[in-house]
């Protein structure tokens, strides 16, 4: 019979320290995925003050969203942001930048400028990365969330104060069918 209490006991604690392990682990891989995202906008965030400052000469009406990118850029790195207050705050950059993007196609000059067609090719490709980081920071968040809500890893979570944490979301106005009109005349 003391043998059995021992093996329950000791098969307890293996299972208990597996968890806990299995939780730390998940929270990391979401702290990891965060920090990919972090480089990578960091990136963006470098490109951003030259593409602006190009952007500026041809599209002095785009003022406001220019300097609406710049306040945003500026909350960002305050260090007082919450994981998830910065998600939301990308977003809203997110959001910009595709302005910039459609206000340019107005301005053919600015188009056909070298200088502008390299920035916003790096630009893309930083947002291609940006968008493959996001979804692996969302499959981490993803397997993290079902960690501290699941039977019974929520237990050790709740004992360990773990909260549920936010996915990158699309916006509304992301969802929107893009409507793209071609003048063949």
């Known amino acids: 019979m003391l043998i059995a209490v021992i093996i329950f006991i000791v098969l307890s604690l ?8 299995s939780l730390i682990y998940k929270k990391n ?12 906008l960091q990136k963006r965030s470098d490109l951003i003050p030259r593409l602006v400052t190009l952007a500026q000469i ?9 300097i609406e ?3 945003l850029r500026s909350t960002i790195t305050s260090k007082n942001l919450s994981n998830n207050s910065r998600v939301a705050v990308e977003d809203q950059i997110s959001r910009m930048l595709n302005k910039i993007i459609v206000a ?4 053919p000059e600015l188009k056909t400028n070298d200088h502008f067609i390299k920035l916003q090719y790096s630009l893309s490709e930083v947002e291609e990365q940006l968008s493959a980081a996001r979804r692996f920071y969302n499959s981490a968040v993803t397997e993290y ?6 039977f019974p890893t929520n237990i050790i979570a709740s004992w360990m104060k773990y909260q549920l944490k936010l996915q990158f979301k699309a916006n509304v ?5 893009v409507n793209i009109q071609i003048n063949l005349k």
């Open 14 to 21: 293996i299972i208990l320290i597996a968890l806990y392990n």
């Open 29 to 40: 891989q979401v702290d990891n995925a965060f920090s990919s995202v972090d480089v990578i």
């Open 69 to 71: 990118i710049s306040r």
């Open 58 to 66: 041809y599209m002095q009406f785009e003022q406001k969203t220019l």
């Open 173 to 177: 106005q992301a969802r929107k069918n």
């Open 145 to 150: 969330n079902n960690a501290v809500e699941m």
């Open 104 to 107: 340019v196609e107005a301005y």
